[in-house]
């Protein structure tokens, strides 16, 4: 079956600091892979979408990066995190119809 | 991507059916109608989806006017557990490129 692993739950960071969040998908080839972001606890804001290896798409301008170095692999990074990038970053894989997401990381920037 | 308009809040008596309205008027004709829940600081979990007809799951049912311009998820015998935020999103199939575009959703409290 499936998984979607998405770690770590839980991070605090300072201003400035750089950021790297992984998402593994297993059970599955060639998903479309996604990074979303929940902030106050409403409206979740897609980031990044990824067809593929090396394929990435940006939606919003912000601080934040992707890259798909694998096909089950999706990062999400930073090189200076800000105070508006905390979050709660969810990582969601599709093959067909309808996402799986990840169980979230949940970024504090102090 | 297609908009969707749902009431903010609602509220259902333990035990009845809970039914949740979703306006989505620019609809096109290859995107679906998703429906997806999420607990307090959890992923969003998927519910049901539909193109035109009714469906029905072991979760909900969703009934889709002939007009395709607003849908109803029904969740026939609502419990305690189903208090959470659900968002109706219409969007396409992964190999068409889809992508889910989450708005503010509706959050239903069950109480007892």
């Known amino acids: 079956s499936q998984t979607i692993h998405q770690w770590p739950a839980t991070l605090v960071q300072p201003v400035g600091s750089p950021l790297s969040l992984e998402c593994t998908v297993e059970?599955?080839?060639?998903?479309?892979l996604y990074w979303y972001r929940q902030a106050a606890g409403r409206g979740l804001q897609l980031l990044f979408y990824?067809?593929?290896?090396?394929?990435i798409s940006s939606e919003v301008p912000q601080n934040l990066s992707a890259s798909r170095p694998q096909d089950r692999q999706f990062i999400l990074s930073s090189k200076k995190l800000l105070l508006s990038d905390s979050g709660f970053y969810l990582c969601a894989w599709s093959e067909g119809y309808g996402y799986t997401f990840g169980s979230g990381t949940r970024l504090t920037v102090v | 991507d297609a908009k969707t308009t749902q009431p903010p809040s609602m509220d259902c008596a333990e035990g009845r059916a809970a039914n949740l309205p979703c306006n989505h008027s620019t609809i096109s004709g290859n995107e679906y109608v998703y429906w997806y829940r999420q607990i307090h600081s959890q992923g969003p979990q998927y519910i049901i989806h539909?193109?035109?007809n009714n469906e029905t799951n072991e979760m909900a049912s969703l009934i889709i006017t002939e007009d395709r311009k607003s849908s109803t998820l029904i969740l026939p015998h609502a419990t305690l557990r189903d208090t959470a935020v659900y968002y109706c999103i219409v969007g396409g199939i992964y190999n068409q490129g889809g992508k889910l575009i989450f708005g503010q959703g509706t959050e239903l409290s069950v109480k007892p």
């Open positions: 990824s067809v593929g290896i090396g394929q």
């Open positions: 059970g599955t080839s060639n998903p479309n």
């Open positions: 539909g193109l035109k």
